[in-house]
C-alpha cells in the first residue's frame, strides 16, 4: 500500500513538473513574439536604411539548417518513449526557434513586396503628375509623320477616327486590312508592270522617241516610276549635251561674291523646309544646295542666281547627286528656254503672261471675265508658277508628276497645269463678287484636288505648241503697244 502511496505521489509531482515546464515553455513563445513585433517595429523604422542582402543571407542559411535539422528528427518511430522534462524543453525551443526563422522570413518577403509597391506608387504619381502639368491646348491637332519623299505630312488623331461598335469592330478591321492587303498588291503589280515596261522602252529608247513617240507620251502623262525616275528625267532632259567633266568641281569649289553668298544662303531655310533632306540649317542637304547653286552661278554668269531656282535644284538633289543636279539646272535653262524667265528685268516673263492671258479668254473665258473685272493681273498669281514651275506651290507627289512629262513634252505643259488650276475654281471664281475674295480663291491650296482629276482637266485642253508660238509673236509685235487688250494687263 505504501508503495502505491509513494508512486502515487511520484506521479502527481511528475505533473507538476511537467505543466510547469509547460507554462515555462508557453511564456518563453509569448516573449519571442514581442520581441519579434518589437523588432519589426525597428525595421519599418529603419526601413531606409536596413540591408535586406544580410537578411536574405540568414533566411537561407536558416532554411537550410531546418532542413538539416528536419532530416536528423524524422528518423522513425520509436518503440521506447521516454517523458523526460528535458527532452521536451528541448523540442519547444526546436520549434520555438522554426517559428521565429519563419515570422522573419514572412517579414522579409512583405518588405521586399512593400517596396516594390512604393516603387509603383511613386512612379504613377509622378505620371499622374506630369500629365496634369501639360496644357493639352498647345498640343498639336494633328501628328507629323513624313511620306515617301521626305516631306511632312499631317495624319488624324487616333481619337479621331470614326467610331466602331464593339461587335463589328473585330469584322470590320479584318475586311479593312484584307482590303488593304489587296490594294497593296494590285499597286504593286501595277508598279513593277509599268516597271517593266520603262525598262523596255528605255533598251529602244530611239525607236520610242521617234516612231513610237505617242506611246512614250501616254506612258509618261501616267506617271514614271519612281525607282527609274533620276534616269528617265536625265534622258528627257538630254543632260548628256550639256555635261563637261569636271566643270561642277571646278566652279563649285571657286568663292562667291558676299552679297550673292548671303542671297543664297537666306534662301536656303525657305527651300522645302517641310522635307526631312533640307530641314537642318547648314545640314548635308542644304549643304549640297548651297554647292550646286554658287556652282552655277559662278559658271553661267549671264542668270547668276535668282530666287526659285533653289526649289528646281532642290527637287533634283532628291532623286540625284549634286554634278547631275548641276547640269540638271543647265538643261532647263538652254533646252527649255527658262534662261530669259531669269535674266535680268525677266524678260520673257511677261511674254510668257501674255500667251497666258490668250489661252485664259480661248480656253476659260469666264474666269478671264472675273480677272478682268476685278483687275487681277498674271503678275499677282502666276509669277511662280513660271519662275519655280509650281515647284514653290506644290507638293511633290503632284509635282514629280507634271516634270515627268514637262520634260519630254516642254514649256506647253505649264500653262496646261496653269489653266487647269484655274479651271479646277472656276465655280467658286464665279460666285466671287469683289476682288479681295477673287484673290483668297486664287491662294487656296491645290493639294485637296485628286492628281488624276487634275490631270484629265490639264490634258482636256486641245493646246498645241503652234498656237503658243502664235501668241508669242503677237507679242513681240505688240509688246510696245499698250492699247492692245493684253499687253495693258502686263
Request: with cysteine.
Amino acid at each position: 500500500m505504501e508503495s502505491n502511496k509513494i508512486y502515487e505521489e511520484d506521479k502527481i509531482n511528475n505533473n507538476q513538473k511537467q505543466e510547469e515546464d509547460n507554462e515555462a515553455v508557453h511564456t518563453m513563445k509569448i516573449e519571442s513574439i514581442l520581441n519579434d513585433e518589437k523588432e519589426e517595429k525597428n525595421d519599418k523604422k529603419m526601413e531606409n536604411i536596413e540591408d535586406y542582402s544580410s537578411l536574405s543571407e540568414e533566411f537561407y542559411s536558416d532554411a537550410s539548417s531546418d532542413n538539416n535539422l528536419d532530416q536528423k528528427e524524422t528518423v522513425g518511430d520509436s518503440k521506447i518513449k521516454k517523458a523526460s522534462t528535458v527532452n521536451t524543453s528541448h523540442s519547444e525551443k526546436d520549434t520555438n526557434k522554426i517559428y521565429q526563422k519563419e515570422l522573419r522570413r514572412s517579414n522579409f518577403i512583405e518588405n521586399k513586396l512593400m517596396t516594390s509597391i512604393t516603387k509603383k506608387e511613386n512612379a504613377n504619381r509622378k505620371n499622374l503628375e506630369l500629365a496634369n502639368s501639360i496644357n493639352f491646348k498647345t498640343c498639336p491637332d494633328k501628328i507629323i509623320e513624313t511620306d515617301e519623299f521626305g516631306f511632312l505630312k499631317k495624319v488624324e488623331r487616333p481619337g479621331e477616327s470614326p467610331y466602331i461598335p464593339k461587335q463589328n469592330k473585330e469584322k470590320s478591321e479584318k475586311e479593312n486590312n484584307d482590303k488593304d492587303d489587296k490594294k497593296t498588291k494590285e499597286y504593286f503589280l501595277l508598279i513593277n508592270s509599268r516597271t517593266e515596261k520603262w525598262i523596255y522602252m528605255l533598251e529602244h529608247y530611239d525607236i520610242f522617241s521617234t516612231k513610237k513617240f505617242n506611246k512614250l507620251k501616254e506612258r509618261a502623262r501616267k506617271g514614271i516610276p519612281d525607282s527609274l525616275r533620276s534616269n528617265v528625267w536625265q534622258l528627257f532632259a538630254e543632260m548628256k549635251k550639256f555635261y563637261k567633266k569636271d566643270i561642277f568641281k571646278k566652279y563649285s569649289e571657286d568663292k562667291l561674291d558676299p552679297d550673292t553668298e548671303e542671297t543664297i544662303i537666306k534662301d536656303l531655310d525657305r527651300t522645302f523646309p517641310s522635307c526631312q533632306l533640307f530641314k537642318d540649317k547648314y545640314g548635308n542637304g542644304q549643304r549640297k544646295l548651297f554647292k550646286v547653286l554658287s556652282g552655277y552661278s559662278l559658271y553661267n554668269k549671264e542668270v547668276g542666281y535668282v530666287q526659285g531656282m533653289g526649289f528646281l535644284t532642290a527637287l533634283f538633289l532628291i532623286y540625284m547627286d549634286e554634278e547631275s543636279s548641276f547640269f540638271m539646272l543647265d538643261s532647263i535653262m538652254n533646252k527649255y528656254d527658262m534662261k530669259g524667265t531669269y535674266l535680268n528685268g525677266f524678260p520673257d516673263l511677261k511674254k510668257k503672261f501674255y500667251v497666258l492671258l490668250n489661252l485664259e479668254k480661248k480656253f476659260i473665258p469666264k474666269i478671264y471675265d472675273v480677272f478682268r473685272r476685278d483687275n487681277i493681273l498674271p503678275s499677282l498669281y502666276a509669277s511662280e508658277w513660271f519662275i519655280c514651275l509650281f515647284a514653290k506651290d506644290l507638293h511633290v507627289n503632284l509635282l514629280v508628276r507634271i516634270f515627268d512629262v514637262f520634260f519630254l513634252e516642254g514649256h506647253k505643259i505649264i500653262y496646261r497645269f496653269a489653266l487647269a488650276f484655274l479651271k479646277v475654281k472656276e465655280k467658286k471664281f464665279l460666285e466671287s463678287h469683289d476682288m479681295m475674295k477673287t484673290l483668297e480663291i486664287i491662294r487656296e491650296p491645290l493639294d485637296n484636288f485628286d492628281n488624276e482629276y487634275l490631270f484629265s482637266i490639264a490634258f482636256g485642253f486641245h493646246l498645241s505648241k503652234n498656237l503658243i508660238k502664235k501668241f508669242e509673236a503677237e507679242y513681240e509685235k505688240n509688246k510696245n503697244n499698250e492699247k492692245d487688250e493684253f499687253v495693258s494687263q502686263l
